[in-house]
Structure formats: C-alpha cells, structure tokens
C-alpha cells in the first residue's frame, strides 16, 4: 500500500498534468507560440497535421498554420486518461476542435496520445500526438474518416 505522501504526489502529478492539457490549449488557441513552446521538453516532438521535431521547429510549424488556411481554431480536450510510472507517462484524451479553415467553419474531433516527463518537478511534454476521426466544414457535415484537409487524413485514427 502507498503512503499517503505517494498518494498525494500522484494526484498532484496528475493535476499537473491536466493543467498542462489546459495550457496548451490555450497557448495554441491564443497564438502564444513562445509559451507554447515552454510546454514542450527541447526534444519534444508534435506527431499530427506535420511532424517537426524540436522547438524551433514545432514553434515554425505552430506558426505557420495560417498559411496553410488554418486561420482560428478552439481546442477542448477531455477525458483524459493517465498512465504514469514514476516521472513519466502517457496520457489519452479526446479532442474537439470547431475550426475555421480557408475562410469555412469547420470541426474536428480526434484523439491525444501524449508522452509527457517530468524534468526538474515540472511536467513536460516529450511528443504530443494528434490520431483525427475527421476534419472538415460544417457544411459537408461529419463522420468518421471524412476529411477535408489532406495533412489531416494523414494524421487519421488507424483501426
């Protein structure tokens, strides 16, 4: 059996945790990209709409959604499920996201799987990894698997 201070260092690891959920969503919906980056450990990895590796590059590609006709977005993750074995974890969650693309309103819904650290008391993540269920306008409607954004249907949920 625990101790309770194991007890109480697991559940303040895993309000951490949440709470880093929470940033990032809000950094990324703000546009805060140097905040944003400080969310990541210097190797971090983001596995979804691209791949860069790094803060340098993730902040380029973070930045660069614009161009390529991501122009606002809301992320909202929840049920979040978390693993962890001393300072590291994994973390599962749901994404919603209502998005404006190329000027449509747009949603997305997808799945987080995040590999997060723990480096010098603060949780980190080490890749944070985007698996969609679809990406499109509202217009077209929803279901699973239907994409209107390539880059998108590369990062879909694999059966």
Same mark, same amino acid.
């Given at each position: 059996? $625990?101790?309770?201070?194991?007890?109480?260092?697991?559940?303040?690891?895993?309000?951490?945790?949440?709470?880093?959920?929470?940033?990032?969503?809000?950094?990324?919906?703000?546009?805060?990209?140097?905040?944003?980056?400080?969310?990541? *450990?210097?190797?971090?990895?983001?596995?979804?709409? $691209?791949?860069?590796?790094?803060?340098?590059?993730?902040?380029?590609?973070?930045?660069?959604?614009?161009? !390529?006709?991501? *122009?606002?977005?809301?992320?909202?993750?929840?049920?979040?499920?978390?693993?962890?074995?001393?300072?590291?974890?994994?973390?599962? $969650?749901?994404?919603?996201?209502?998005?404006?693309?190329?000027?449509?309103?747009?949603?997305?819904? !997808?799945?987080?799987?995040?590999?997060?650290?723990?480096?010098? !008391?603060?949780?980190?993540?080490?890749?944070?990894?985007?698996?969609?269920?679809?990406? !499109?306008?509202?217009?077209?409607?929803?279901?699973?698997?239907?994409?209107?954004?390539?880059?998108?249907?590369?990062?879909?949920?694999?059966?």
């Amino acid at each position: 059996m $625990s101790t309770l201070e194991e007890r109480i260092r697991r559940l303040e690891d895993l309000e951490a945790i949440r709470y880093l959920d929470a940033q990032y969503c809000r950094h990324l919906d703000d546009g805060n990209w140097d905040a944003l980056m400080e969310l990541f *450990t210097d190797d971090g990895e983001f596995d979804g709409l $691209s791949n860069p590796n790094g803060k340098a590059e993730m902040r380029a590609f973070f930045a660069g959604l614009g161009d !390529g006709g991501l *122009t606002a977005f809301w992320h909202f993750i929840t049920n979040l499920e978390i693993d962890l074995d001393g300072d590291r974890g994994t973390v599962r $969650s749901f994404l919603w996201q209502p998005c404006v693309t190329d000027a449509n309103a747009s949603v997305a819904a !997808g799945r987080y799987t995040d590999q997060v650290v723990r480096v010098d !008391g603060r949780w980190l993540y080490r890749v944070k990894q985007v698996r969609f269920h679809f990406f !499109g306008p509202l217009t077209d409607g929803w279901d699973e698997n239907q994409f209107a954004l390539d880059s998108a249907r590369r990062a879909a949920v694999r059966a």
